[in-house]
């Protein structure tokens, strides 16, 4: 008998490591330690369990540094929003970079069904920011003249930036330096 929550957790790790196409059915059998007909009624199926690991993730990952959307002012959330994910891209408990986006750009072609999940889900933490802004512009802690929607994409960029340098060897170090330049881009 194996236990689902260890199940997920091996199989974040595998794909996390190495992508959503490049985590094998045995892979993941062989990591929880089932055999594949266990695996499919247990699971249903290889997306299935991506889709349970990729909900998790989020939960528990990716919510740090989505509460950063509750800072006091604008610069302050996208300050902590890449601090946050600076920490999480280093984490040495977990392979380098984002699960999300390991998947997303090891193979999730975004007209495929995960691709296109991984979007909408990169789609909608973007809209977040870009209300986030809108109302920081209203309340004067944004300027007038600052574009909402070019801020949350220009965040969205720099996180995914530094997700993939993390995965290629980054330390937290470099990824600090780089969340450092990008700050001396934003609006006074």
Known sequence: MFDIETAIE???VLFWRQGYEG???SDLTTAIGIAPP???HAFGSKEALFRRVLDRYR???LQYAEDAVNCATAREVAEQM???WAELYTDPECPPGCLAAN???AGGA???LLGGELTRVRKARQGRLRKRFKRAQQEGDLAAGAN???LARFLMTVGWGMASDARSGASRADLLCTVEMALKAWPG
């Open 10 to 12: 091996a199989a974040t």
């Open 38 to 40: 266990s695996f499919y």
């Open 23 to 25: 985590t094998s059915l």
């Open 148 to 150: 909402p929607d070019a």
């Open 59 to 61: 939960a528990s990952r």
């Open 103 to 105: 998947c997303a750009l």
């Open 82 to 84: 890449l601090l946050r």
């Open 110 to 112: 975004p007209d495929s």
